[in-house]
């Protein structure tokens, strides 16, 4: 079963720095790699989508990279601000077989004013 | 457009009560997935409908949990007899594709809505 795993689970950056978390899946045989943005009491937001074949994706702040044989993803967020604080959630979805996301716990990121 | 939306949004029930969660995902939208998620923890698979026919259900974590979708939009996951471990956050989401077309690039997304949380007293 592919497993997860999203470091730090928590996060705390003055508002203006560039940050970096980290996902890691043990399953490589996937299709494609998101990460979300979770507020609180609401749904999960598609922030970046990286196909299997791709090596990164960038929406204007973010940044996200795609190991692929090395089970790894990392998004970066420059410039932080406070309205970025949030859960951030990373998902995979296999190469066959189950169509459904594997999540990561997430990482809780708190910018601070 | 509309998106993916959820009803009741917070559900109270006490041990042993039934309960049924209702998902409206976004209008011709052919899969829709359940989730659950617990506080603290990432959302995991419940099940899975392609159109009507539910396709996986490996998720659920006992037969006190049921879901249907019978005309292939609106969806309902039914919990009988709750436990209290059965409070969560239950997310619904759908997605334009089918399991035979991945679907391509930036499209090939799951829509979420906002979840329902149930407490189980």
């Known amino acids: 079963k592919q497993e997860v795993t999203q470091i730090p689970a928590a996060l705390s950056v003055p508002e203006g720095e560039n940050l970096v978390l980290n996902c890691s899946f043990t399953d490589s045989a996937i299709y494609n790699l998101q990460w979300f943005r979770q507020d609180p009491g609401k749904g999960l937001t598609s922030l970046l989508l990286?196909?299997?074949?791709?090596r990164e994706q960038t929406s204007g702040r973010l940044n996200a990279s795609l190991d692929k044989s090395s089970g790894r993803s990392t998004l970066y967020i420059a410039a932080s601000q406070p309205g970025d604080s949030a859960t951030y959630l990373c998902?995979?979805?296999?190469?066959?077989?189950?169509?459904?996301?594997?999540f990561g716990t997430g990482t809780r990121l708190t910018v601070i004013p | 457009g509309a998106g993916v939306s959820q009803s009741p949004r917070y559900k109270v029930a006490k041990r042993g009560q039934d309960v049924a969660l209702r998902c409206d995902p976004i209008s011709g939208h052919v899969s829709l997935f359940w989730y659950q998620q617990a506080l603290g923890q990432g959302p995991e698979f419940l099940t899975y409908f392609q159109n009507e026919a539910q396709l996986d259900k490996s998720g659920l974590p006992s037969d006190r949990f049921f879901a249907e979708r019978p005309e292939g939009s609106v969806s309902t996951l039914k919990i009988q007899r709750t436990q209290q471990e059965d409070s969560a956050v239950y997310l619904c989401?759908?997605?334009?594709?089918?399991?035979?077309?991945?679907?391509?690039?930036?499209?090939?997304?799951?829509?979420f809505g906002p979840g329902t949380r149930l407490t189980v007293l």
């Open positions: 989401a759908s997605s334009p594709y089918g399991p035979s077309g991945r679907g391509i690039t930036a499209t090939d997304t799951q829509y």
């Open positions: 998902a995979v979805k296999p190469q066959t077989g189950a169509n459904n996301l594997f």
């Open positions: 990286i196909q299997s074949s791709q």
